[in-house]
């Protein structure tokens, strides 16, 4: 029972490049989250899904895509990487809850993709 | 911005001792949840204590809620050197569906 997988955990980039995070769940959750987590910031969420076909902005969105075109994965792409974007970025999944729609349950986190941008 | 601000920002204390840190956040709520991450892991969830609740016990965790101060703690008792880590407050904001918002979190070490 892997849970929730990213690929890779490690990468360095250099400014302008491109790349794709993949985060995995194999728990059959409705909802993902992309966060990054920046040191005395805790994690600030980039993007969500609430379902297949759905994607949302969060907190601090810009600079970032992501996909969500099957319900076990959600993707986070960097078109045009920047320093700024230097960071240690976490997926997570969450199950739907039962009772009122906007009740936020557990989240179940992957281990993290650490990213340098040069 | 951030929703829920830990305090303190670090807590070092000896094996056995009791250990308690503390979340306050801006607006009303859903649910208040309380994570731990390991260093170099991902975050792990702890204990989930709703907006309608005051208190809740796991384990050697107990979790209060105060929603007129806008304020939790987490009491870790009898704490162990594996308690050595990092634990976030979350809140669930009501109005803002199935988001978390973290806190920057306690940075606790316990001594052997």
Redesign the interface.
């Known amino acids: 029972n892997a849970g929730?997988t990213q690929t890779p955990k490690f990468r360095v980039l250099k400014t302008g490049q491109s790349m794709t995070l993949l985060c995995a769940q194999d728990m059959n959750h409705e909802?993902m989250?992309w966060?990054r987590q920046d040191p005395?910031?805790?994690?600030?969420?980039i993007h969500?899904s609430?379902g297949e076909g759905t994607t949302a902005k969060?907190?601090v969105p810009d600079g970032y895509n992501v996909s969500r075109l099957k319900k076990q994965n959600f993707l986070l792409g960097l078109e045009s990487a920047a320093p700024s974007q230097t960071s240690v970025y976490?997926c997570?999944s969450?199950p739907m809850t039962s009772g009122?729609?906007?009740?936020?349950?557990?989240?179940?986190?992957?281990?993290?993709s650490r990213l340098t941008v040069l | 911005s951030q929703q829920g601000e830990e305090d303190p920002q670090a807590l070092s204390i000896q094996e056995g001792e009791n250990a308690t840190m503390n979340c306050s956040y801006k607006t009303s709520i859903n649910n208040l949840q309380w994570y731990r991450q390991n260093s170099g892991r991902g975050l792990v969830h702890l204990i989930l204590i709703r907006s309608n609740e005051r208190e809740k016990h796991s384990g050697r965790l107990r979790v209060t809620l105060d929603t007129s101060k806008k304020s939790s703690s987490l009491l870790i008792t009898a704490s162990r050197a594996a308690d050595t880590a990092s634990y976030f407050c979350a809140t669930a904001p009501l109005g803002s569906a199935r988001q978390l918002t973290f806190g920057s979190g306690t940075q606790l070490t316990v001594l052997p």
Do not use: D, H, I, P
């Open positions: 929730v909802y989250y966060y005395g910031m805790g994690l600030r969420l969500y609430v969060g907190e976490f997570a969450s009122r729609a906007w009740n936020t349950g557990e989240l179940f986190f992957g281990e993290g």
